[in-house]
């Protein structure tokens, strides 16, 4: 596998920056996690509070590109965050990594998170040589669902039951993978 980039990399698209958090971020971050709506299909509990937000903030920081890594979805024009992206439980012998994404409710349906997915791939595949891709995501959150499509992955698998415990309730997921050459990637 390709070793990682030794400084956190930043991905311009079209509309977006998809870039390493700085600390600044935690009030916007705090947005995205403290929305329980937002969170109904994420795998753990919303944030209660802004300084348990800030209290995450050494997570998003930190650049583990053995392991996993996070960036902040910030739209160009108005330098707002918008959304999170990441890669996590990477298996370096196997070549693979799970994904996943999340966007404030009102920037929803606007194609970002295609256009960070595309960038995250890109750097995953051509950067990192991952050889699978996959996302674990519940069988009600049609939307993400359709994401994952829109970039390539194929449902594989599920329900997988009782794979997330989030607020005190199991919840089953559906498995999608993408195959290196299998991304609908725009170069």
Excluded: C
């Excluded at 970002?112 to 009600?140: C, F, N, P, S, W």
């Amino acid at each position: 596998m390709a070793s990682a980039p030794k400084k956190h990399p930043t991905f311009v698209t079209r509309r977006l920056r998809v870039r390493p958090f700085r600390a600044s971020d935690a009030k916007a971050l705090h947005l995205l996690y403290g929305d329980a709506e937002n969170l109904r299909y994420w795998g753990t509990d919303p944030s209660p509070s802004a300084q348990r937000t800030r209290k995450m903030m050494s997570w998003h920081l930190g650049y583990r590109p053995r392991n996993y890594v996070l960036w902040a979805v910030e739209e160009i024009k108005s330098r707002r965050l918008v959304g999170m992206i990441n890669y996590h439980r990477r298996e370096l012998r196997e070549k693979r990594v799970d994904v996943g994404w999340l966007i404030l409710p009102e920037m929803q349906g606007k194609g970002y998170m295609t256009e960070a997915g595309q960038a995250l791939l890109r750097h995953l595949i051509d950067d990192l040589g991952v050889h699978k891709v996959e996302a674990l995501i519940r069988e009600e959150n049609k939307a993400s669902a359709a994401l994952a499509r829109r970039l390539g992955f194929r449902l594989e698998g599920g329900p997988i039951r009782d794979r997330w415990l989030v607020g005190g309730k199991w919840h089953n997921v559906m498995l999608y993978g993408l195959i290196a050459g299998e991304e609908r990637v725009s170069r």
